[in-house]
């Protein structure tokens, strides 16, 4: 049994390493210290594939439901940050909508249309950026039709969802909630309360009438939050790697069977939730590491998916690549993605316009921006030429 003292790889780990290029202290971690102390941020890092998947499996000794989950200091009480009964009550009406049969035949040709309608908008340019141009109003204006919000302004929603990030990440760094996140969450709430009546999906959640008004706009703030985070991130991941290998790029464009893989492929290498909190709820034993109750274990997705024990060559970008729909990109348990059947479908739908729509795509010589960022990981920008036609 090690305690916090005997973590020396963790014990030097900081915050700008694991928000930057975290990959290559992961493996380290990941071999010598699969559960490490972590002093940066006071807590525990989890990055062995199956130590992590036994975490988020496991709500009863490692739970979401702590005073200090950030996200439910900002929206309140939701399927996020419960676990047990409570989360089951607020999850279980909003699974349906959620199905893949379902998000395919009421999502996939229209997501289909509005990408194609994004890129159309930018192909006379000869240049831009694809996340700020693509990826992100896709990703909003698909989430404003899920939760029948389109008579919101996309710039709203938009900053809406920026304000309610912006607060999650100062308070998962100590600060308290700022105003801008508070106020945000007041026009969200104003919104949903609004469309109560004649929303499919909020009309479909009520007639169970399990969930307060309350709880269902704090529920509907995390669909909104994890939709638009998770797919923007994805969607630009996934542009930005194949911009990043041409090879792969040509095969893609040859064979569009592949750009599901591809996506796939991206999401592995570079999930947009990098990690997920849980919190111990007993003194518990974890591959030597003693745990102690209260404790912070931060589960690094981004770790798992490049374990060699399941990936071979694991940092390699691979169209190929047989199982690489087995990452934890969605995480796994009772708090895995609900939303994982529609980044898919959005993240297909914009590289499919893409490849359709530009031509002799080159990355754009400005400098290049990497992916950072600790708990959701994203390329800032993905700057990209074309030719135009």
């Known amino acids: 049994m090690s305690d916090r003292r005997h973590s020396p790889i963790g014990s030097s780990v900081t915050i700008e390493e694991l928000s930057a290029n975290p990959h290559p202290l992961l493996a380290r971690l990941r071999e010598h210290e699969p559960v490490s102390w972590i002093p940066a941020f006071d807590g525990w890092m989890v990055t062995r594939r199956d130590l992590c998947i036994r975490v988020m499996g496991d709500a009863e000794t490692f739970t979401v439901d702590d005073p200090r989950f950030s996200t439910a200091q900002v929206i309140g009480p939701s399927m996020l940050s419960l676990d047990g009964i409570a989360h089951q009550r607020h999850r279980q009406p909003f699974v349906d909508p959620f199905r893949s049969a379902e998000v395919r035949v009421r999502f996939s040709d229209w997501t289909r249309d509005r990408a194609g309608e994004l890129v159309r908008e930018i192909a006379p340019l000869g240049s831009g950026d694809l996340r700020a141009g693509i990826a992100a109003p896709l990703s909003v204006v698909v989430m404003a039709r899920v939760l029948d919000l389109?008579?919101?302004?996309?710039?709203?929603?938009?900053?809406w969802y920026e304000a309610i990030v912006a607060s999650v990440h100062d308070v998962t760094a100590g600060g308290d909630v700022p105003e801008a996140g508070?106020?945000?969450?007041?026009?969200?709430?104003?919104?949903?309360?609004?469309?109560?009546?004649?929303?499919?999906?909020?009309?479909?959640?009520?007639?169970?009438?399990?969930?307060?008004?309350?709880e269902i706009v704090s529920n509907v703030a995390v669909l909104l939050f994890g939709g638009i985070v998770t797919s923007e991130s994805n969607t630009a991941t996934v542009l930005q790697h194949l911009l990043r290998y041409p090879e792969a790029l040509r095969e893609v464009r040859a064979d569009r069977s592949l750009v599901a893989s591809a996506v796939e492929e991206a999401m592995r290498l570079e999930p947009a939730a990098a990690v997920v909190d849980r919190y111990a709820t007993r003194p518990v034993e974890l591959s030597g590491a003693s745990i102690g109750r209260g404790d912070l274990v931060r589960v690094s997705l981004a770790a798992a998916n490049r374990d060699p024990a399941l990936f071979v060559d694991p940092n390699r970008f691979d169209v190929h690549r047989d199982n690489a729909q087995q990452h934890l990109a969605f995480a796994r348990g009772p708090h895995a993605c609900l939303g994982i059947h529609l980044a898919r479908v959005e993240a297909r739908a914009a590289v499919d316009a893409v490849l359709d729509q530009?031509?002799?795509?080159?990355?754009?010589?400005?400098p290049v921006q990497e992916t950072d960022g600790l708990i959701f990981r994203a390329p800032p920008t993905v700057h990209v030429r074309w030719a135009v036609r």
């Not at 945000?184 to 008004?213: C, E, H, P």
């Open 182 to 214: 508070r106020a945000a969450f007041r026009s969200l709430n104003t919104a949903v309360t609004a469309n109560m009546v004649d929303s499919a999906l909020l009309a479909s959640v009520q007639t169970g009438r399990t969930l307060s008004i309350d």
């Open 150 to 159: 389109e008579g919101v302004g996309v710039a709203e929603l938009l900053g």
């Open 358 to 366: 530009l031509h002799d795509l080159q990355p754009d010589p400005f």
